[in-house]
């Protein structure tokens, strides 16, 4: 790819990381993906401006990536550069009592770590989530009960085009698990939550009671994108492909979790092509046998 030299030089002069060649199944929670030309760690919002236009005017293929759980990348990688909004920009800090603003690489478990030392409730439900709170937004991911539309008041993105805007939740048309942002390349930068005053052993007791029902009841111990299959309206995925004997299914070394029916998980050296073929066999033989039509949740890159 072109022009790499000299947005190696910009990366350096931004405080950013590029790594060339990159295998994505390193950045991914399937452990799945093969290489992009470029993956850069943004450290700053200025620097993934100067980024954005650069690529923009060089006509380089660009997206962004956060902690990479709802992604499947295909074997032939991405041809672009990926911008990684990870570690290096997830500062998160009090903006008043009850606002809390995070920069958009913070993990949902550290901004409700976060809420909890300051005895502020609301994050409960969310903070076993493995993404990213930009992520999050994103999709507007949710969990027992509760979603990001819960405790957003507002969010700053670049646009494609490297401007920058601050929005309201009001604006952000979040529904389930979408918001104005879904299939745009808009990046979200920071995002002000607005949580309770609360008791810290109560808040405490129901992270922990929560994660111990992700752990028993979720493959965490297999690489996953977590739900591969949206909720269809009226049903449960997990239902139905359980009803349906997909439970331990597999292709390669994609497999239908034999503990969850919703996660379709990698075993050991599962492709990109492995997980396609299997959930095409899963909805499938859902929609023959029930007659409801699942789609996948996770994002394709390729
Ligand atoms: C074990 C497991 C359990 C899970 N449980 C749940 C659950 O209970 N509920 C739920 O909703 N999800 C769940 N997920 C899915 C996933 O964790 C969420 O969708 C999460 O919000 C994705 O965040 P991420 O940072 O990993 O995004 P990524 O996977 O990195 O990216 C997903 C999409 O968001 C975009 N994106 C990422 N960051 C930004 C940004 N800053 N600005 C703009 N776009 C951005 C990317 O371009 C991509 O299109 C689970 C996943 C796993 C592996």
Known sequence: ???????????????????????????????????????????????LQKLVV?????????????????????????????????????????????????????????????????????????????????GALY??????????????????????????KTITKEEMELGYRKSIFSG???I????ILKLEKGKYSDIKDEMDSLMRQRRAKQPLELPSAGSTFKRPVGNYASFLIDQCGLKGASVGDAQVSTKHAGFVVNTGHATCANVLELCDFVIETVKEKTGYELELEPIIIK
């Open 54 to 134: 650069f690529c923009n005017e060089n006509k380089i293929p660009w997206m962004v990536l956060g902690n990479g759980s709802n992604v499947l990348v295909s074997d032939s990688g991405y041809d672009g550069v990926i911008f990684q909004l990870g570690k290096s920009f997830s500062k998160i800090q009090m903006q008043s009592e009850t606002l809390i603003s995070c920069e958009s690489g913070a993990l949902l478990s550290a901004a409700g770590h976060f809420a909890l030392d300051k005895s502020l409730t609301g994050m409960e439900c969310l903070s076993g989530i493995p993404g990213t709170i930009g």
């Open 184 to 186: 745009t390349r808009c």
């Open 1 to 47: 790819m072109r022009d790499l030299n000299e947005l190696a030089s910009y990366c350096k002069n931004y405080d950013c990381v590029m790594l060339k060649d990159e295998p994505l199944k390193n950045h991914t929670t399937f452990r799945i993906g093969g290489c992009c030309n470029a993956l850069i760690v943004i450290s700053n919002v200025k620097a």
């Open 188 to 191: 979200i930068t920071k995002i």
């Open 139 to 164: 999709m507007n991911a949710g969990a027992y009960g509760s979603d990001m539309s819960n405790v957003v008041v507002s969010a700053e993105f670049i646009y494609e085009s490297g401007n920058i």
